[in-house]
């Protein structure tokens, strides 16, 4: 789940007076540019705040936001999935989500997204004394509500890739609630999603693959090298167009938990030889790696498509 790292330190002047010396000397921080507030009497330190990732930044609005709710109040949606480690597609939103069982209605603060609905105990859970709802209910509530294909993708693939949730225990969260709006469009996004896409950009490409219409490819397709060697996998196989299709992220090339001692230039060679041994194979006839950049405009990836023979009917 969540990553082990401590979270930076808060500083609050809940209980201070608001005119006592601690409460002023924040305040003042927090004007001089030294401390961020996230929310009313809530400091983080700048420097700490600014090295934070975008999860992390929303997991500790999330702890800040924790002293405005109350004892029946669960994090989920968006926040939810923040605590359970997962990446999103766009931006994390700047407010914390939760879900209040009492309330007969959505509610809004400047702080906090209330979102009403019955909780059964199974649907939640608890980290670190945080309650929030299980990765299951999280993947219900998120392909519910959200209308993009590619946003609830991205989300339902990793909580199943990690093993965090399966298919099974989130059609029975759906089912539970029968009268709940979205209901087709989540089921349809359910059926989509797949454990075996590894990372967000995986599942955007096979999202953006089905909207241009492409053949539905094989997903980690494993390669004969030789000699008893086998490549782990890759990421799109075409068999009928004989054409590997690779995500190529740059968390391979700049991240040392993916690269582990090699340099990113050492990694460019390995995956060289790595390609060039691939492209050996007799059923193999094309090999095409597509980014981030692609990912950007569905135009550019119908055009590597295409150049590879892989045909697109949209």
Request: glycine letters at 8%; charged letters at 30%; a positive charge.
């Given at each position: 789940?969540?990553?082990?790292?401590?979270?930076?330190?808060?500083?609050?002047?809940?209980?201070?007076?608001?005119?006592?010396?601690?409460?002023?000397?924040?305040?003042?921080?927090a004007?001089?540019?030294?401390?961020?507030?996230?929310?009313?009497?809530?400091?983080?330190?700048?420097?700490?705040?600014?090295?934070?990732?975008p999860?992390?930044?929303?997991v500790?609005?999330?702890?800040?936001?924790?002293?405005?709710?109350?004892?029946?109040?669960?994090?989920?949606?968006?926040?939810a999935?923040a605590l359970l480690g997962?990446?999103?597609?766009?931006?994390?939103?700047?407010?914390?989500?939760?879900?209040?069982?009492?309330?007969?209605?959505?509610q809004s603060?400047a702080?906090?997204?209330?979102?009403?609905?019955?909780?059964?105990?199974?649907?939640?859970?608890?980290?670190?004394?945080?309650?929030l709802?299980?990765p299951?209910?999280?993947a219900?509530?998120?392909a519910?509500?959200?209308?993009?294909?590619?946003?609830?993708?991205?989300?339902?693939?990793?909580?199943?890739?990690?093993?965090?949730?399966?298919?099974e225990?989130?059609?029975?969260?759906?089912?539970?609630?029968?009268?709940?709006?979205g209901q087709?469009?989540?089921?349809?996004?359910?059926?989509?999603a797949?454990?075996?896409?590894?990372?967000?950009?995986?599942?955007?490409?096979?999202?953006l693959?089905?909207?241009?219409?492409?053949?539905?490819?094989?997903l980690?397709?494993?390669?004969?090298?030789?000699?008893?060697?086998?490549?782990?996998?890759?990421?799109?196989?075409?068999?009928?167009?004989?054409?590997?299709?690779e995500?190529?992220?740059?968390?391979k090339?700049?991240?040392?938990?993916?690269?582990?001692?090699?340099t990113?230039?050492q990694?460019?060679?390995?995956?060289?030889?790595?390609?060039?041994?691939?492209?050996?194979?007799p059923?193999?006839?094309?090999?095409?790696?597509?980014?981030?950049?692609?990912?950007?405009?569905?135009?550019?990836?119908?055009?590597?498509?295409?150049?590879?023979?892989?045909?697109?009917?949209?």
């Open positions: 789940m969540i990553d082990d790292d401590p979270l930076p330190l808060l500083f609050r002047t809940t209980g201070l007076g608001s005119g006592s010396r601690e409460a002023t000397r924040l305040r003042r921080a004007a001089a540019g030294r401390l961020r507030r996230l929310h009313p009497g809530s400091f983080v330190a700048r420097h700490d705040w600014d090295a934070l990732t999860r992390r930044r929303h500790l609005l999330v702890e800040s936001a924790l002293g405005r709710t109350g004892p029946r109040h669960v994090v989920s949606h968006l926040s999935a997962s990446p999103v597609l766009r931006d994390w939103p700047d407010r914390v989500h939760v879900t209040d069982p009492d309330a007969r209605g959505a603060t702080a906090v997204v209330k979102h009403p609905g019955p909780l059964e105990d199974d649907e939640v859970s608890s980290l670190r004394g945080t309650s709802t299980t299951a209910r999280t219900a509530d998120l519910l509500g959200t209308r993009s294909l590619d946003e609830v993708t991205v989300v339902v693939d990793d909580l199943l890739h990690r093993g965090l949730t399966t298919k225990a989130v059609l029975a969260s759906l089912d539970r609630r029968p009268r709940a709006r087709t469009g989540a089921r349809r996004a359910l059926a989509f797949d454990d075996r896409s590894e990372s967000a950009g995986e599942s955007l490409t096979r999202v693959l089905h909207q241009l219409g492409a053949p539905a490819p094989v980690q397709r494993r390669f004969e090298l030789g000699r008893g060697r086998w490549d782990p996998h890759v990421d799109f196989w075409f068999p009928e167009q004989g054409c590997v299709l995500f190529d992220g740059v968390v090339y700049t991240q040392s938990r993916w690269r582990g001692s090699l990113p230039e990694v460019v060679v390995k995956e060289k030889i790595r390609e060039d041994a691939i492209r050996a194979r059923e193999v006839h094309s090999f095409v790696r597509c980014t981030w950049w692609h990912l950007g405009d569905p135009r550019r990836l119908r055009t590597l498509l295409v150049s590879a023979g892989v045909p697109c009917s949209r």
